[in-house]
């Protein structure tokens, strides 16, 4: 029995998994300033499962810098190394390590293990990572490192389970935060986050890719606190359409809702090009994330944009006619995953409590 905790920068996500089993799931939205301490204990009370039952805790950390690239033990040495991560994840990690930290203070006997979001993008190649800046400071760490990997590890895992992976995949992780990912032979190859999780795709409220100039023009004029919350937490659906809630944008007639949506279509489309770019062509495409697994008019939109590859097929239609996608190459099939991580995170940390028995 697995504690799956998952504290992000305003909310806390709890499951307990029996084996590759969620039995439980627990959610606390808004866990104020203080981050997870108060509402964990409580999430765990109201999950029903007893502490005695849990063998480990295993922890979705967002930053694991450039030496973090496997799930692991959480150590004294790890949790310093996930500390040094903050000024990569000041939003997240700080919350990250409140999480781990009130664990340990719960239940200081039970074994803690954390599963990185960059992880997955370890595989990178160095051309695709590195910012063209002056060495001095690309050694202080700014790089791509990519997130959402979590969510693709488990989407490869489900799709390789169900037959052949194709090797070409464009992985579309559509919500509040929004990335593509380039997998080819199930490893990621590119993807659209880059230092921080606010580069790539417009997003709920984070503004997606901008010109450096001006990030520093927003800067001089708001200063760096009122700036950083303006392209974090106030642009994106939400600077454009005056909200983040998409099923809302599509049934309002607010000013700038339906520019949101389109918005936030393109420049999925635009970035897919380059994913594509990077994998030297499309076998397959997959959407997962709360937008992208329930918002069809969108998969729609990014599918039509994205009809200069080739006949663009739904999967189930594939299916239906008796076609088999790799017989035949002008064919790129559609797929919906649910999103699985808290399933990914239990599973990682398993292998890894193998490995220790072993």
């Not at 090797?167 to 990621?188: D, K, P, Q, T, Y």
């Not at 983040?244 to 090009?273: I, M, Q």
């Amino acid at each position: 029995m697995l504690l799956i905790v998952n504290a992000g920068s305003s909310s806390l996500k709890l499951a307990v998994c029996d084996g590759a089993d969620v039995v439980a799931r627990e959610m606390v939205e808004d866990i104020g300033p203080t981050g997870p301490t108060a509402p964990l204990e409580w999430a765990l009370l109201r999950s029903g499962v007893p502490v005695s039952a849990l063998t480990a805790a295993a922890h979705r950390v967002v930053h694991g810098g450039a030496t973090l690239t496997a799930t692991c033990r959480v150590t004294p040495e790890v949790l310093a190394r996930i500390e040094a991560c903050v000024p990569l994840a000041p939003l997240h990690n700080p919350q990250n390590i409140k999480g781990i930290r009130t664990v340990a203070k719960l239940l200081p006997e039970l074994p803690q293990y954390a599963c990185f979001d960059t992880a997955f993008h370890a595989t990178n190649p160095a051309v695709a990572t590195t910012y063209a800046l002056p060495l001095d400071d690309r050694e202080r760490g700014i790089r791509r490192y990519g997130f959402h990997g979590i969510s693709y590890a488990a989407l490869v895992r489900i799709l390789a389970a169900r037959g052949p992976l194709p090797r070409r995949l464009l992985a579309c992780h559509l919500g509040n935060g929004a990335s593509l990912c380039a997998i080819v032979n199930g490893r990621s190859v590119a993807t659209t986050m880059g230092y921080s999780p606010l580069d790539g795709l417009t997003m709920g409220t984070r503004a997606g890719s901008i010109d450096g100039n001006a990030v520093l023009r927003l800067v001089e004029v708001h200063g760096l606190e009122r700036a950083t919350g303006v392209l974090n937490r106030s642009s994106g659906l939400m600077g454009l359409g005056g909200s983040n809630n998409v099923p809302f944008l599509h049934e309002t007639h607010r000013v700038g809702a339906k520019f949101a949506l389109a918005h936030f279509a393109y420049w999925a489309v635009r970035h897919a090009g380059s994913m594509v770019a990077a994998m030297g062509g499309l076998d397959a495409v997959v959407f997962t994330g709360g937008i992208g697994e329930n918002d069809r008019w969108m998969r729609k939109e990014i599918v039509s944009g994205l009809g200069y590859l080739g006949a663009v097929l739904d999967v189930e239609a594939n299916r239906r006619h008796g076609a088999n996608l790799h017989e035949a190459a002008s064919r790129v099939a559609i797929w919906i995953v649910p999103a699985d991580e808290e399933r990914q995170i239990a599973l990682e940390a398993q292998a890894v409590m193998a490995g220790e028995g072993a």
